[in-house]
Structures are given as C-alpha cells and as structure tokens.
C-alpha cells in the first residue's frame, strides 16, 4: 500500500533542504512502484538483483534505479546497462567489477563507498582506511565515478547511539568531499526510523521504504 500523504509530505519536507529521497521498493510489487511514480517520484531503491532487473523491465524507463544493500560481485552485470547509483560498494574487487561491466556497457556508473560505522560484527562497509586506499585505487578506474558515502546505523532505539555514528559519517564525507571535489557530492544515510536525525547530522540522500510502503510482509 502507498502512502501517498506521507509521500507528499516528505517529498516537500525534503526537497526543501535539498536532500533527495530515495523511494526503498524491496518486496514490493510493480503496482505500488506505479503508483508513486504517478505522484513523481523517480529515485527508486532496490536490494535484489533479480527483482530489481525484473522491475526495470515492467516499468517506466525514467526511473532512476539506486542498488542499496550488499551487493555481490558476480551480479553486477545484470544491472551494468542501467543503474543509475550503486550505495553499497564495500570492496576493491566488486568496484573493479563495476567497471569492468560498465565499460562492456560503455557507460560510467557512479558509485557510493560504504563506511562501516555499525556496532554489529555482521554489517558490511570499509573502515576510514580501506575508504582512502580504495579512493586512491580508483583513479585508474575510468568506468566508474565515486559520488560518496554511504552508511547504515546500528539497528537500535538508542537515538544519541545513532546520532554519533552518523555524525562520524558526515565528518568524514565532509573531509573527503573538501579533497576530492567534485562530484564526490553525495552522502546516503537515513532510513525510515532515523531519517530525521540523518538529515540534521548533514545527510543529503535519505533511503524510506516502510514509511512510505508500509511494512515489509517479509523481512529480507
Ligand atoms: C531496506 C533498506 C532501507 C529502507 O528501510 P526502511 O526502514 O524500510 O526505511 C534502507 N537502506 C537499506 C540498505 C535497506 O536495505
């Protein structure tokens, strides 16, 4: 079901601060897509590839499609001709991936590194260091261009917890944003929960699936 006040809402809300949403679709069928891509949405999110293809395929060819969660190396040619933003790059191997698989498509894909700023082992994203080195790396990767950062907060109610991590997020986008220049332009963080405390810590691209799909009936 689509919430179409809370879209219109968080649509003006957001666009005021120039911050832009990205509408998180996982589970949710073509339909619903359609239905918020009526009111104007364009920025759609996906995690599963499979899924993602296939909704790339039944709807409008506008869309502009963000990859946001883990993603495996050996699937990234599946959406090579068409992504329009990929948040959750967390290794050299998948970002050379990237570009391999960019160039068969003679395209260059903008890309987002995840920084790991979650208490939980399990959560996937690079430390400061890998960050530079990787940064660094990619000055011979012509297929590719970093945009920023992304970055996912502990799952908990402590909202001081969350505040913290993304407040070391934003530092550090920040400095990084000040020695790259352009376009690394681009700092992913917030989801549905926290999305205010992201956008007044310096986020400037939200991630809001269940506040405006309403809960996922699965909860991959
Ligand atoms: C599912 C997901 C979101 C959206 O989560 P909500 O809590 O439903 O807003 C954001 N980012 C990532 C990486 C996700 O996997």
Redesign the pocket.
């Known amino acids: 079901m689509v919430h179409t006040e809370v879209w219109k809402q968080l649509h003006e809300e957001l666009a005021d601060k120039g911050v832009t949403l990205v509408a998180?679709s996982?589970t949710k069928p073509a339909t619903d897509i359609q239905e918020m891509y009526d009111l104007g949405q364009r920025d759609f999110?996906e995690?599963y590839v499979q899924e993602l293809v296939d909704k790339e395929t039944m709807l409008p060819k506008d869309i502009r499609w963000h990859h946001?969660?883990h993603l495996q190396s050996n699937k990234v040619k599946y959406i090579a001709p068409f992504v329009h933003l990929i948040?959750?790059v967390d290794s050299a191997k998948l970002l050379a991936e990237i570009n391999k698989q960019a160039e068969k498509n003679a395209r260059v894909i903008d890309v987002l590194l995840q920084l790991h700023i979650a208490d939980e082992e399990t959560k996937f994203g690079m430390d400061e260091q890998e960050i530079s080195s990787l940064l660094a790396e990619a000055q011979t990767l012509a297929h590719v261009r970093i945009c920023g950062l992304m970055g996912?907060a502990t799952n908990t109610d402590d909202e001081q917890q969350i505040r913290e991590e993304y407040r070391r997020l934003v530092a550090l986008f920040q400095s990084l944003a000040a020695e790259q220049g352009a376009p690394f332009s681009i700092c992913s963080i917030g989801?549905?929960?926290d999305y205010r405390i992201a956008v007044q810590e310096g986020s400037n691209m939200v991630?809001?699936?269940?506040?405006l799909f309403g809960e996922?009936s699965y909860p991959r």
């Not at 991630?207 to 506040?211: E, V, W």
Request: glycine share 22%; net charge positive; proline share 0%.
């Open positions: 998180v996982k999110g995690n946001i969660g948040h959750a996912m989801m549905s929960g991630r809001i699936g269940s506040l996922r």
